[in-house]
């Protein structure tokens, strides 16, 4: 066990819907990452939080937001969704400023769109 | 773009045997690596890592090997166990300050008994 926990497990939803995943960082990690698993692009880095704040973006769609709320859990909203937008949403937190940039990885949330 | 990659994406070993995954990287700027595990229906599971100035660190049954001048990564893995069985996948630190990792595609371990 990681840590970090997130919810839900699994969410089935239709296409132009909207969901929010949450994640719960392990204590004391003051950084969030969200990833997107899928078959065909490996994982990919969506966005970073520090603390609160944006801090770093990766490959992440205008009709993916997220945020960092002052407990430090995070929540990532994705809008309008797609059939592609199916895949495994990882989060991951870490202690920044440490030497390592070791990410604990949460169990993820398994997104169907159909 | 800077990308990571994995030389093979599928490796079938004998528990016992020792197993080696390879990784190439192409930013010759990165200065540090990891490399995560994956079990099935699981996140992924730090395993080791690397920093650009060195050449080898060796953990609990597994090393890893960076060749600078060739952009490589490999980790070894000991005595492989059914347990061992899982995706690996090497990451890469390619921005300054910043801790986005980017992930290679994985590799597929399977050890038979």
């Known amino acids: 066990d990681s840590g970090v926990t997130q919810t839900p497990k699994h969410l089935i939803t239709a296409t132009g819907q909207r969901v929010t995943l949450r994640c719960s960082p392990r204590s004391g990690d003051l950084s969030v990452y969200w990833y997107q698993q899928s078959l065909d692009q490996g994982l990919q880095f969506l966005i970073q939080?520090?603390?609160?704040?944006?801090?770093a973006k990766g490959n992440i769609l205008e009709r993916f937001s997220a945020q960092q709320f002052p407990d430090l859990h995070s929540e990532l909203n994705l809008s309008s969704l797609e059939l592609g937008d199916s895949a495994l949403y990882f989060c991951?937190?870490?202690?920044?400023?440490?030497?390592?940039?070791?990410?604990?990885f949460g169990p993820g949330t398994r997104l169907t769109v159909t | 773009g800077e990308s990571v990659g994995l030389h093979l994406p599928t490796l079938s070993v004998q528990e016992g045997d020792n197993s080696i995954i390879n990784c190439a990287y192409s930013?010759?700027?990165?200065?540090?690596f990891i490399w995560y595990k994956q079990e099935s229906g699981k996140g992924p599971q730090f395993i080791i890592d690397?920093?650009?100035?060195?050449d080898k660190r060796q953990g609990q049954r597994v090393t890893v090997l960076l060749n600078k001048t060739v952009k490589h990564l490999s980790l070894q893995i000991a005595a492989t166990q059914p347990g061992d069985s899982a995706v690996y996948f090497c990451?890469?630190?390619?921005?300054?300050?910043?801790?986005?990792?980017?992930f290679g595609k994985g590799m597929k371990l399977t050890v038979n008994p």
């Open positions: 990451a890469e630190i390619i921005e300054g300050g910043s801790e986005k990792l980017v």
């Open positions: 991951a937190s870490s202690v920044t400023g440490a030497r390592s940039y070791e990410q604990y």
């Open positions: 939080y520090y603390n609160g704040e944006e801090r």
């Open positions: 930013n010759s700027a990165s200065d540090y």
């Open positions: 690397i920093r650009s100035n060195m």
